[in-house]
């Protein structure tokens, strides 16, 4: 039994803090002598004008290539690498529904999203934008952030690649409620508008106020999702209670020589071996150097007491996810997780787009830097680490999060969700990409709102065609699925 009652998370041969930025700081604009920056020029002149390369209306264009990989090949090439023992259990989850698929498929829609047009302004994008990636969570405060809240796919790319995913899977999750044809439709029509009207206005802000915008109760009022509103109180109110320690009062027990262990919950939660316990415990000291350091004292008052390995998600099935039990002297638990960070889906894309493809140290550095360079409230216990020579993330578990599930929401709220999810988007794009150049691409007509519903439905209508041929292996027994969990 791996269990370590008192031995505090140490904070010794803690470097420097959080690693260097990817690149350097800017130079400041010319005054007393400093050098001219940013270049002149207008930006939103700029996105204007690349209406004449990449028209707003041709982002309505879905025609897949001949090249294009079938859908079982696909998954099957995406979960190379994962443990196979887990792998029946992510295609019995994504063979569920066509939704389901898509979230699990973002390398497969990168592909094809690779062949559309794009307007090559650079952005940190998630990757994996779907609708059910967007949820609530705590901040240090107490309080809660809407945002999104998965990054295992972040990287710098096109920001319609983001805008699109989430359309077409609004449309995916209508289908999947029973909502007709046109109130799916209206729903990526509305989170494209809702996105350009978001992107004008932070493109207008005083830049501090833009940087600083946080999704709050203001937010169901700029998006006219009141509609919604019984939904959000209610996911807050589970949230609230989704925390450290409920989550230890259902998952541990009392151990033999004192504080708690976890108890198996197969499949989703098992005890590891002490070995691979101590190797997750033991990495604890290189995530330590990632976090700022006046996290430190807040962990060194904790102890590791447990290891477990705990299932997550669907497009992360298969992936080496472990959850970290600590407690504080008054035995209070603080649960963390320490998840797989592999590359991201889109990375082989990247160059097809016309974009370059990046050199990664660190995968678990990715995903936390690309997160925070989102987010406007992240988890302050958010870093990286390394076992075994794989690289993982560390985050909270269970840190007050909730979520909406849009599978599931009647059809008078589904738009409501669209508006609220790519007003979401846009707030998100705007720290890495200039707000005014989108903007100034984007316009104030509803030409580019039109074309990004159309190629939602049809992109839907391709990723239901690709759910059947899942459906239809797992009937013929070419690939292997286990449902029901």
Partial sequence: MFVRAGEAVGVTQVGAGVAAQESAPPRLPRVRGFAEWPAGGSPKDEGKALRQQVPRGAHATFEPDGSRPDAVSAV??????????????????????????????????????????????????????????????GDARGGLVIDLNDFDETVHGPWEWDL??????????????????????????????AYRRTMRLLAKLPVLDAWNAIADEELVSHTDAHDLLGTLERVSE??????????????????????????????????????????????????????????????????????????????????RSYVVLLLDHRDEPLVLQVKEARPSALLPHLASAGFETPQVAHEGRRVVLGQKRMQVVSDILLGWTTVDQRPFQVRQF????????????????????????????????????????????CGKSEELDEAIAAFAVSYADRTEADHADLVAAVRAGRIAAETGV
């Fill in 238 to 319: 589970k949230a609230r209670a989704n925390t450290s320690g409920r989550f230890a009062a259902k998952s541990t027990e009392p151990a033999e020589d004192g504080g708690r262990r976890f108890v198996d919950a197969q499949p989703v939660l098992r005890r590891v071996p002490d070995a691979e316990a101590a190797a997750v415990a033991s990495s604890l000291a290189e995530y330590l150097t990632t976090l700022s350091e006046d996290r430190l004292p807040l962990l060194a008052r904790h102890a590791v007491h447990d290891v477990a390995f705990r299932v997550v998600g669907t497009g992360s099935v298969g992936t």
């Fill in 76 to 137: 099957e090439e995406s979960s190379r690498g994962r443990l196979p023992e887990l792998t029946p259990l992510r295609i019995g989850r994504m063979a569920a529904t066509p939704f389901a698929f898509l979230r699990g498929a973002a390398g497969l829609m990168a592909y094809d999203l690779a062949r559309t047009p794009v307007t090559r302004i650079r952005a940190q994008i998630c990757g994996d934008a779907h609708a059910a990636n967007f949820g609530l969570y």
């Fill in 164 to 193: 699109k995913r989430l359309a077409a899977s609004l449309v995916l999750a209508g289908r999947a409620a029973g909502a007709d044809e046109d109130t799916c439709r209206k729903a990526a029509h509305d989170a494209a508008g």
């Fill in 398 to 441: 269970r840190n007050r999060k909730g979520s909406v599930d849009p599978a599931a929401l009647a059809a008078d709220q589904l738009d409501d969700y669209g508006r609220m999810t790519g007003a979401l988007l846009a707030r998100a794009h705007s720290h890495s990409a200039d707000p005014r150049r989108i903007a100034g691409y």
